[in-house]
């Protein structure tokens, strides 16, 4: 079982930049794709932005050019640089990623974060 550790949310102001952090910790699997997902209050679950082990990425549409995704192999951990931010950024932001035997398992797993809440405001 893979658990993931998140941190680095937080109050910032509009315009101001923040990173968060994703450990995956207590496993022996390997981690294939890390991403991102927010929830806002009574709204759905969305997608921020996903990257493979490889390091292919894929973001929302409308978060192109501010947030930038990362990832340390070695550390089993992804970022997510947030820079421009906006009022309408403010959610919960939830750590996702797959894990398998191998980097070709066909069994994989996904597990989710608790979340970290970031909260844009003057």
């Known amino acids: 079982q893979v658990q993931l550790v998140e941190s680095g949310g937080g109050l910032v102001q509009p315009g101001g930049s923040l990173t968060l952090s994703c450990a995956a910790t207590g496993s022996s699997f390997v981690i294939l794709t890390m991403g991102w997902y927010r929830q806002a209050p009574g709204k759905q679950r969305e997608l921020v932005a996903t990257?493979?082990?490889?390091?292919?990425?894929n973001y929302a549409d409308s978060l192109k050019g501010r947030f930038t995704i990362s990832r340390d192999n070695a550390k089993n951990t992804v970022y997510l640089q947030m820079n421009s931010l906006e009022p309408e950024d403010t959610a919960v932001y939830l750590c996702?990623?797959?894990?398998?035997?191998?980097?070709?398992?066909?069994?994989?797993?996904?597990?989710w974060g608790q979340g970290t809440q970031v909260t844009v405001s003057s």
């Open positions: 996702t990623a797959s894990y398998g035997s191998s980097v070709t398992a066909k069994t994989r797993s996904t597990s």
């Open positions: 990257i493979t082990r490889g390091g292919n990425t």
